[in-house]
């Protein structure tokens, strides 16, 4: 099933995407005819039922009278009569118009089959504007039977109580595995419809010489067998050899489209055939039970209920699908061109990348970072340092350590102007308060690249704020003719420590004021100082922001571990030296990484059972405190086990 898995999601997903404004219609079409029993009196009373009337006319002169009112309709084709007192009799002729006509013979409307309200749904529903209505409207069901099936056996996983209050499963699945039954219920008995499978049998021939008898006398003689009928429904032969069908809804049937069929000779009255519903092909009785629940006859109103909530959920799956399939879209690498590279300090590289093709780049919001793809296997966050406004380049810096784990010392001696790069989408961990009124931004060495994209933000938006630039010395300072030629260069201030004097951090940071909020970025050591200061002044943590290029992996006890996956039970150890990742990748179970520090949040992973010991940098304080997800990459366990929502 596993390996069945990736082209499952891909045949439910093109199926969606390619079908999916088609499945669209259908529903919508579906939802407006669910309650139509209940609602078509109410929209068009006059035309379904006349006024009191204590001698009600024969059928003959009710015939008579729609003949009257429509000539040159053609032949005769159909009758329809309801059981209750006053409703109107539905006569059609040849030119597909049903004449509404009341017990006393007043014609009340003249309305073709797909006219109306409903009418035009109906239309619509089934393609009657397409030649070939019934094959597409079979396909489309059959299509849409087989995706549910397939999303069944994809959502097969059982999904936790904490993922399903979460929302982790997310929306789509969320709503599909509510609606689903339904939906698959809906189209499996549409499917017989639209290709005529289990329809009625033939009408058989008639003997009898002589003229036709009175429609009235031959109802008479069908009532007589079946007293007191739901529903009656007369279909005139086509040829004057054959048989007049009566299809009636007894009084005791099983559900509203309980079927049973007389055949009279039309001009003897002979019973030619007599098959009640229980008596009819089982193939038949099939049909007509579809039919009934695709209609919402069957099951009253709590059941047509569910229906419209589930036709009205297919537009909402369609949009949930669609942004997922978009956010997909979004977190594939891109492959954006090194258009230059430019020295910014004596350590210090910057590299502007832009779409091969000059087309528009993902916009991002200040202090949102790139994942780079710098080699296989090697994958690194770099904060974007240009105006977000711009959407034709990304621009990140890139500090040469000599404590390097590979990234710096490969994008410093191995990328070069005209080389193709694969990055994300921007994401952001340390975005700018929306409510703040004033904004107090410290930078400390390479911390400059978020806080650059800040302060360009901030002036562009008329914002008050003040830049705090710590650095080694002026020629370890990234971007600094470029600040001095700014609009906001007057409110950047430079503190260096080559002389041995360090910037006073409760001068510069001050007591707490309500609507301020400082941002922080750079080593850790530098940023433990800025918080610690701000803290002691009487700021707020949630006035408190701070950029981290890694977790708190190393931190703590690495005390060995075992962690059991939730759907197939099996326990795999950690050892002291192993991450969860490493270890579940031992044993063919792979998590998809990219940070490797918790960081980035592409691992993060639901917890059943258990207290993790959070070591990342990417969850919230109450994210953390739920206990309900960690990233594995990084963080352990506070106790001997951990259960996995994998």
Same mark, same amino acid.
């Given at each position: 099933m596993n390996a069945a898995r990736p082209l499952l999601l891909l045949a439910h997903r093109w199926t969606g995407l390619g079908f999916g404004l088609l499945f669209m219609l259908v529903a919508l079409t579906g939802a407006g005819l669910v309650f139509r029993a209940q609602l078509e009196p109410v929209v068009s009373p006059g035309l379904l039922a006349g006024p009191p009337c204590a001698a009600p006319l024969p059928l003959d002169a009710l015939v008579e009278r729609a003949r009257a009112a429509n000539p040159g309709a053609g032949a005769l084709k159909a009758i329809r009569l309801t059981g209750q007192p006053g409703a109107a009799v539905r006569v059609r002729f040849s030119d597909a118009?049903?004449?509404?006509? +009341?017990?006393?013979?007043?014609?009340?409307? /003249?309305?073709?089959?797909?006219?109306?309200? $409903?009418?035009?749904?109906?239309?619509?529903?089934?393609?009657?504007?397409?030649?070939? #209505?019934?094959?597409?409207?079979?396909?489309?069901?059959?299509?849409?039977?087989l995706m549910m099936i397939g999303a069944g056996a994809l959502l097969w996983k059982r999904p936790s109580r904490a993922a399903i209050r979460t929302l982790a499963i997310g929306r789509h699945k969320a709503i599909a595995l509510c609606a689903a039954p339904l939906l698959l219920a809906s189209a499996m008995t549409g499917i017989p419809q639209a290709f005529k499978w289990g329809a009625a049998p033939p009408a058989p021939t008639a003997t009898a010489p002589g003229p036709a008898l009175p429609l009235a006398q031959l109802l008479a003689r069908v009532e007589a067998l079946l007293p007191g009928a739901q529903k009656i429904q007369i279909k005139l032969p086509p040829e004057p050899s054959l048989a007049i069908a009566f299809e009636v809804v007894a009084r005791d049937a099983p559900h509203a489209n309980a079927v049973s069929y007389v055949h009279l000779d039309?001009? =003897? =009255?002979?019973?030619?055939?007599?098959?009640?519903? #229980?008596?009819?092909?089982?193939?038949?009785?099939?049909?007509?039970? %579809?039919?009934? /629940?695709?209609?919402?006859?069957? =099951? !009253?109103?709590?059941?047509?209920?569910?229906?419209?909530? +589930?036709?009205?959920?297919?537009?909402?799956?369609?949009?949930?699908?669609?942004?997922?399939?978009?956010?997909?879209?979004?977190?594939?690498?891109?492959?954006?061109?090194?258009?230059?590279? /430019?020295?910014?300090?004596?350590?210090?590289c910057s590299f502007e990348l832009v779409h091969p093709r000059g087309r528009a780049l993902p916009r991002f919001s200040a202090g949102a970072h790139l994942d780079v793809h710098i080699a296989p296997g090697l994958v690194r966050q770099y904060s974007l340092c240009n105006a977000p406004a711009e959407t034709h380049r990304y621009q990140i810096c890139v500090l040469k350590t000599e404590d390097s784990r590979g990234g710096s010392r490969a994008m410093h001696d191995n990328v070069r102007q005209g080389d193709l790069l694969a990055v994300s989408a921007p994401r952001n961990h340390f975005p700018l308060a929306p409510s703040a009124r004033r904004s107090l931004l410290f930078a400390g060495g390479i911390g400059i690249t978020p806080i650059l994209a800040m302060a360009e933000h901030l002036e562009s938006a008329g914002a008050d704020f003040v830049l705090h630039y710590c650095a080694r010395s002026a020629a370890r300072t990234p971007f600094r003719e470029r600040i001095? !030629?700014?609009?906001?260069?007057?409110?950047?201030? $430079?503190?260096?420590? @080559?002389? #041995?004097?360090?910037?006073?951090?409760?001068?510069? /940071?001050?007591?707490?004021?309500?609507?301020?909020?400082?941002?922080?970025?750079?080593?850790?050591? $530098?940023? @433990?100082?800025? $918080? %610690?200061?701000?803290?002691?002044? #009487?700021?707020?943590?949630?006035?408190?922001?701070?950029?981290?290029?890694? =977790?708190?992996?190393?931190?703590?006890?690495?005390?060995?571990? @075992?962690?059991?996956?939730?759907?197939?039970?099996?326990?795999?150890?950690? !050892?002291?030296?192993?991450?969860?990742v490493a270890a579940l990748a031992s044993q063919g179970i792979l998590i998809p990484t990219l940070c490797g520090q918790g960081v980035c949040g592409t691992c993060v992973t639901g917890v059943l059972e258990g207290e993790p010991d959070h070591r990342d940098r990417v969850l919230s304080r109450e994210q953390q405190l739920r206990n309900d997800c960690f990233t594995p990459c990084c963080s352990r366990a506070r106790g001997a086990m951990l259960t996995l929502d994998l």
């Open positions: 118009q049903w004449v509404y006509v +009341a017990p006393c013979g007043a014609v009340s409307g /003249i309305q073709g089959m797909y006219e109306g309200p $409903f009418g035009t749904l109906a239309y619509l529903h089934i393609f009657g504007f397409s030649a070939a #209505g019934d094959l597409l409207a079979g396909a489309l069901a059959t299509l849409f039977a039309p001009r =003897g =009255g002979a019973v030619l055939r007599h098959v009640a519903h #229980g008596e009819n092909r089982m193939a038949h009785q099939a049909f007509l039970l %579809a039919s009934a /629940i695709h209609y919402g006859w069957a =099951g !009253g109103w709590p059941v047509q209920l569910l229906m419209l909530a +589930a036709a009205l959920a297919v537009p909402v799956l369609g949009w949930t699908g669609t942004a997922s399939y978009l956010r997909s879209r979004r977190s594939r690498p891109l492959k954006l061109r090194v258009a230059a590279r /430019i020295g910014e300090s004596a350590d210090a001095a !030629g700014a609009r906001y260069a007057g409110k950047v201030k $430079f503190h260096y420590s @080559d002389g #041995g004097k360090h910037a006073d951090l409760a001068q510069l /940071i001050g007591p707490a004021e309500p609507g301020t909020h400082l941002y922080v970025c750079g080593p850790a050591g $530098f940023m @433990d100082a800025v $918080f %610690a200061t701000a803290l002691v002044q #009487g700021w707020n943590e949630d006035q408190l922001h701070r950029e981290y290029f890694a =977790g708190s992996a190393s931190a703590g006890a690495q005390t060995p571990f @075992d962690v059991r996956i939730a759907s197939t039970g099996k326990v795999v150890h950690v !050892g002291s030296g192993t991450t969860v």
